[in-house]
């Protein structure tokens, strides 16, 4: 089976590289920049490095995964796909002229899936012939085991299907969610990170404090201040939005503190500097700084 994913981000390799891990799975992974596609096959690349360096793969394993991903741009690389998955930059118009691009390249019987984080699935297949689902993995895609296949308002029935049985082959649990903003995971876990921020402005505790009372006392792996870093502080910020502005329900409230940050350019991981100050490789909370 033949997957073209779109955009080669953090979240397109990691979904590349947890389809190309499984037998029976090729995978096109495009970008807008070939060069910008062969970066995310990189990125893949390191990753299985560092598990061959750590003795838990061959780099023979690791070539056989490398040589299932072929890179270039979607009007290439993906007439032949039976399944997108697009993992472009999460905009609702990017995604519908994405979609309308895809719609004359792939072959008729392919379906489209969208890795969007809280956009609406229907308003992104608006216009589009092919079949349109959810198909949300999350962060580092390779190791966790969900994916929430959400069905939008023109989603058929045997698309969603389909999905699920696909996200069976590579080892992830689908959970199936209609479409509602946030679908099940983000509408409970950003609300936290938000939370953690509120009680880190309002100098309750500490950022290491916060973290390590929700890794101890909820056995969490991570707690929500690096958790908020790891996804990023503008993802984390925009679907507070999205979820504010579907239900204008104040239980989702974007605290001011984490829009400041982003406005200050203070990202998480990404951008060097989020709660935490990621420089020289370091992890170090920025209460004090
Ligand atoms: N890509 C590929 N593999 C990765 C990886 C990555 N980016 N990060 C970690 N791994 C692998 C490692 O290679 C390792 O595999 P092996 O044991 O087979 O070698 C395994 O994952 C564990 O990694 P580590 O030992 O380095 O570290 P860890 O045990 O501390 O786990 C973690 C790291 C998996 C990230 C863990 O901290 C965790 O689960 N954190 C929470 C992540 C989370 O909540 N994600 C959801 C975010 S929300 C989201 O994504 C949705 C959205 O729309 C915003």
């Given at each position: 089976m033949k997957i073209g994913v779109i955009g080669a981000g953090a979240m397109g390799s990691g979904i590349a590289q947890a389809f190309a891990q499984c037998e029976g799975f090729e995978v096109s992974l495009c970008d807008i920049k070939p060069e910008w596609a062969a970066g995310g096959k990189a990125k893949i690349a390191s990753a299985l490095g560092k598990r061959v360096s750590r003795g838990k793969m061959t780099q023979e394993a690791a070539d056989v995964i490398l040589n299932r991903i072929t890179t270039g741009l979607k009007e290439d690389i993906c007439q032949d796909c039976d399944l997108i998955v697009e993992a472009a930059f999460e905009d609702l118009g990017v995604k519908q002229k994405t979609f309308g691009e895809l719609d004359a390249i792939c072959k008729p019987e392919c379906v489209f899936t969208s890795n969007t984080s809280s956009l609406s699935i229907t308003a992104i297949a608006k216009n589009i012939k092919h079949p349109v689902v959810g198909m949300h993995f999350f962060n580092p895609a390779p190791v966790m085991k969900l994916v929430e296949v959400i069905a939008g308002v023109n989603s058929p029935a045997e698309a969603v299907q389909t999905v699920k049985e696909i996200a069976s082959k590579i080892n992830k649990t689908p959970v199936e969610v209609?479409?509602?903003?946030?679908?099940i995971v983000n509408r409970i876990l950003i609300p936290e990170i938000n939370e953690a921020a509120f009680i880190k402005m309002e100098g309750v505790a500490t950022i290491a404090d916060i973290d390590a009372a929700m890794k101890l006392g909820?056995?969490?792996?991570?707690g929500p201040l690096e958790l908020g870093d790891y996804i990023g502080l503008d993802i984390v910020v925009a679907i507070m939005d999205v979820m504010f502005n579907n239900t204008h329900d104040a239980k989702y409230r974007c605290c001011p503190l984490l829009r400041k940050m982003v406005f200050g350019g203070h990202l998480g991981v990404k951008s060097g500097k989020g709660f935490y100050n990621y420089a020289n490789g370091g992890k170090v909370a920025t209460d004090a700084q």
């Open positions: 209609t479409e509602a903003a946030g679908f909820a056995n969490v792996p991570m």
